[in-house]
């Protein structure tokens, strides 16, 4: 009782939703606004890890699949490719004759001969070599048939295994339970979070297998935040740190507003280098003493360290998170030049302008 828009369907990103079967009748050229109902056949059209994404979609079930009958748990299923060999026993059968399901422990739900769909029961089918098969499967089947001349090619598609959506209120439960404990102060966010990731594993929420896998660390990423808190921490003891913003932030100035600005471009400055904290640690004291020497408010100069502090836009040393992105997204350092030189300024200019008028001088 959703239209296709509504149900998260219409923006796949592998594939696309063609017709829908309800029960005579076919509806051909699904426009966005199509209403769904219970028992209505959809078909899509994509690469196999559309088939993926639609796994994640509660209330979508395969229609050939069978999967149900292997008797698998949820969290041990995946989905697998396969390229028919000239040795695999079902050559110029039918699916139905070859019992595929029984003999490999697999649902077949595709068949592509040539790059292209066929259409049709799956059952029916009469496979031939080199024909794609799309499975799901138990996650040991690439480990059982991947040197096995049945299959010319054994491919699994990462991360396909359905989530249980059984789960997920308690899942709900836990991450608010997480949240409320630190916020009235009984653990501190750590300790919640570790409590937390206890009770995912301990509830089978999340088995032990699938948090290794998505929990993975990445060596040069801690190399290099090592590294930069090593660097914030050198600029600091031997004193380069402060002379700098001394140097920058001379007695000459006798603007609040051009004082302000420097604190600021110091602070961002020092905050994509080392860490915001300590980049706050190292200013906060100049600023306090510049508003000081010029008579000012201090406030204004700490809520700018505050802002600047956390302006980490253009370097991936900026921020962990920035770094942690940085090879999944395929960036590259100039990347974040590009867009985060202009959102800081941006942000210096809003801070700037704005700062004074509701923290006055």
């Known amino acids: 009782n959703k239209s296709i828009q509504d149900a998260g369907l219409r923006n796949l990103t592998h594939g696309y939703l063609t017709e829908i079967q309800r029960g005579d009748k076919l509806f051909t050229a699904v426009g966005p606004d199509q209403l769904l109902q219970a028992g209505d056949q959809l078909a899509f059209i994509g690469a196999p890890e559309c088939a993926r994404e639609l796994q994640r979609v509660n209330g979508l079930i395969p229609a050939h699949g069978g999967a149900h009958k292997l008797r698998l748990n949820n969290h041990q299923r995946c989905l697998v490719e396969v390229v028919l060999g000239p040795e695999f026993p079902g050559v110029n059968k039918t699916v ?7 003999r ?13 769909r066929l259409p049709g029961k799956v059952g029916e089918q009469v496979l031939r070599t080199g024909d794609t098969l799309l499975l799901e499967t138990s996650d040991t089947f690439v480990e059982q048939y991947q040197y096995r001349r049945d299959f010319m090619l054994v491919s699994p598609l990462s991360d396909s295994t359905p989530p249980d959506f059984s789960r997920a209120p308690l899942a709900t ?45 990445n060596l040069p990423v801690l190399v290099v935040i090592g590294a930069a808190f090593a660097l914030g921490t050198a600029l600091e003891q031997s004193g380069t740190a402060a002379w700098l913003v001394d140097a920058m932030l001379a007695d000459s100035i006798q603007s609040p507003w051009l004082a302000l600005l420097l ?22 004291p100049i600023a306090t003493g510049v508003a000081e020497q010029l008579g000012v408010s201090p406030l204004p100069f700490i809520v700018a360290v505050m802002f600047a502090a956390s302006a980490s836009f253009m370097t991936p040393l900026g921020y962990q998170t920035n770094l942690m992105v ?9 990347d974040y030049l590009k867009i985060g030189v202009p959102m800081s300024l941006v942000a210096a200019t809003v801070s700037v302008g704005l700062i004074p008028l509701v923290w006055a001088f």
């Open 104 to 116: 490999y422990q697999a649902a077949i739900l595709s068949i592509s001969r040539g790059g292209r």
């Open 326 to 334: 940085m090879g999944p997204g395929g960036y590259r350092f100039t």
């Open 96 to 102: 139905k004759d070859t019992g595929f399901r029984t």
């Open 173 to 217: 439960v836990i991450l608010v339970a997480m949240v409320g404990v630190n916020v009235i102060g009984l653990v501190s966010v750590l300790e919640a979070a570790f409590l937390a990731a206890g009770l995912l594993l301990v509830t089978r929420c999340v088995t032990v297998n699938r948090a290794r896998m998505n929990v993975s660390v």
């Open 263 to 284: 604190v600021y471009l110091v602070t961002a400055l020092f905050t994509e280098v080392i860490t915001n904290n300590a980049a706050a640690v190292l200013v906060f």
